[in-house]
């Protein structure tokens, strides 16, 4: 087996590149991605009552999600631009001090958009840390993780690892 046919973002020679899609047929291409942050009494509380001083941190968060969503291929190498026709970004509290985030992105494309949905999750849950740093710098984010994936080739995708509350 050569190297290119085991590996997609390598080719011949060994050297990284950008996957070419342009045989690839157009389809609509919908990724879910969840993550968790878990936080102490305090920073749950003033997140829920929008008294932490820097703003509404779900909002401010839910936004980052989105912009950092649009902009995956600026940060992941390879990854292709794309016009995402759809990015939600949405929390949820799954106990009094666990909050979970989910990112669902949507394009009619030639690849897939499970990479924005990763980075619209870890960055909204990276700008909550960020915002209540102060109050708790143990926060921890675990569990981030695609959930599901559809359109492509490669047909549907849903995680069976791991099992969520919504």
Avoid at 129 to 135: G, I, Q, T
Wanted: glycine share 8%.
């Amino acid at each position: 087996m050569n190297k290119s046919s085991a590996f997609t973002h390598i080719n011949e020679q060994g050297n990284a590149r950008m996957v070419d899609v342009s045989d690839k047929e157009a389809s609509v291409r919908i990724a879910r991605a969840y993550g968790e942050i878990q936080m102490n009494k305090e920073v749950a509380e003033g997140i829920k009552n929008q008294t932490i001083k820097k703003g509404e941190v779900l909002q401010v968060a839910r936004v980052a999600g989105i912009m950092a969503a649009k902009r995956t291929f600026e940060l992941i190498p390879l990854c292709h631009v794309l016009a995402l026709s759809k990015c939600e970004v949405s929390f949820n509290w799954e106990t009094e001090q666990l909050l979970s985030a989910h990112c669902l992105t949507k394009t009619i494309g030639q690849t897939g958009v499970e990479m924005e949905a990763l980075t619209g999750v870890n960055i909204a849950l990276l700008t909550i840390y960020d915002m209540c740093k102060a109050l708790d710098r143990e926060m921890k984010i675990t569990n981030v993780c695609l959930l599901e994936k559809s359109g492509g080739k490669s047909g549907h995708f849903i995680s069976t690892g791991f099992k969520i509350n919504e």
